[in-house]
């Protein structure tokens, strides 16, 4: 069903699970986001897009934070089934 | 008579603020967006005929000064040293939560962790062992309920025992690379002579190493006008 095939974060669709696998970034963005809560072995949820399809609103942890293209796009990830497992 | 300064850290919406007002009977306001605590809250209250002023720095994910609010949180513990600080954390969201308190234990070693929330975590079967907590990070745990002022006597008591020292912490510390390891043993001595033991060396060690040169300002500054430059 193409469950594991690798993707990147921006190519998620609204609805999605997604294990997080790496983060193709680096310096206080990476840290940024590390901080955030998306860590390797996190899964978050796509929630919606805004109007203009970007930036794209992701469920971490408990707390929805918008990421732009420029920044998902470079978070490598695997779309998976069910619920974010801490929630 | 004693005094003692105790900063309240932590993740923003973990009750950092309803804990305060609790606390000191103030009225700050609490709400919800970010950057609602650039400048911090000061406050008053006493325990066990002990006065403690409490510092409610502002809340944030991180502490590695990705903005003014983890500068001014990050600054305080390092520069300003309170006698306790203590990491608000959100019962529901540990995992995230953890990142902060890892951080602040780099820091400091007078350290109290205080899960709040814990009646939501109820709510949503969540248990938390505050027991293993203490053994694994190796400071003092306390779960509360701010909103219901539950809890908080033993959380007063356990700040209490590490300001007055009657509470002996061991801080996990984050295991970098072998390779950052050696490199952090090899310039340890130096930043020691700098430091002497007013900043945690280690801490200090592992910003010269992360190259963060908005660190590095403000610890010249401050040794600078403290007319120690000796060793600079």
């Given at each position: 069903m193409g469950e594991h095939k690798m993707m990147s974060l921006y190519e998620s669709r609204p609805g999605d699970h997604l294990l997080i696998k790496s983060l193709r970034l680096d310096g206080a963005m990476l840290r940024r986001l590390l901080d955030l809560g998306f860590v390797?072995?996190?899964?978050?949820?796509?929630?919606?897009?805004?109007?203009?399809?970007?930036?794209?609103a992701y469920q971490v942890s408990?707390?929805?934070?918008?990421?732009?293209k420029e920044e998902s796009s470079q978070i490598d990830c695997q779309k998976v089934?069910?619920?974010?497992?801490?929630e | 008579m004693s005094d003692f300064r105790i900063a309240l850290a932590g993740n923003p919406n973990t009750g950092k603020s309803t804990l305060f007002n609790a606390l000191t009977g103030m009225n700050q306001h609490t709400g919800n967006w970010p950057g609602k605590t650039v400048i911090q809250a000061k406050g008053n209250y006493t325990f066990n005929e002990g006065n403690y002023t409490l510092i409610d720095l502002p809340g944030t994910?991180?502490?590695?000064?990705?903005?003014?609010?983890?500068?001014?949180?990050?600054?305080?513990?390092i520069f300003d040293r309170p006698d306790v600080t203590v990491v608000v954390v959100d019962a529901t969201s540990l995992e995230r939560?953890?990142?902060?308190?890892?951080?602040?234990?780099?820091?400091?070693?007078?350290?109290?962790?205080?899960?709040?929330?814990?009646?939501?975590?109820?709510?949503?079967?969540?248990?938390?062992?505050?027991?293993?907590?203490?053994k694994k990070?190796?400071?003092?745990?306390?779960?509360?309920?701010?909103?219901?002022?539950?809890?908080?006597?033993?959380l007063l008591k356990k700040i209490e025992g590490v300001a007055k020292g009657e509470i002996v912490t061991s801080p996990y510390q984050v295991k970098y690379s072998e390779q950052m390891e050696e490199?952090?043993?090899r310039l340890e001595p130096y930043v020691s002579q700098i430091v002497k033991g007013k900043y945690p060396t280690r801490?200090?060690?592992?910003?010269?190493?992360?190259?963060?040169?908005?660190?590095?300002?403000?610890?010249?500054?401050?040794?600078?006008?403290?007319?120690?430059?000796?060793?600079?």
């Open positions: 390797p072995g996190a899964v978050v949820k796509n929630v919606q897009r805004s109007p203009m399809g970007d930036p794209v408990r707390t929805t934070v918008a990421l732009r089934k069910g619920e974010i497992n801490h | 994910y991180s502490l590695y000064s990705n903005s003014a609010d983890e500068e001014t949180a990050r600054d305080y513990i939560n953890l990142n902060l308190v890892l951080q602040v234990l780099e820091m400091t070693d007078q350290a109290v962790l205080c899960i709040n929330l814990i009646d939501e975590a109820k709510k949503r079967n969540i248990r938390i062992y505050d027991d293993r907590l203490e990070l190796g400071i003092p745990v306390a779960s509360i309920s701010a909103r219901n002022k539950a809890g908080i006597n033993l490199d952090i043993q801490w200090v060690t592992l910003k010269l190493l992360d190259g963060d040169r908005s660190f590095m300002d403000h610890l010249y500054q401050r040794v600078f006008s403290e007319g120690d430059v000796s060793h600079v």
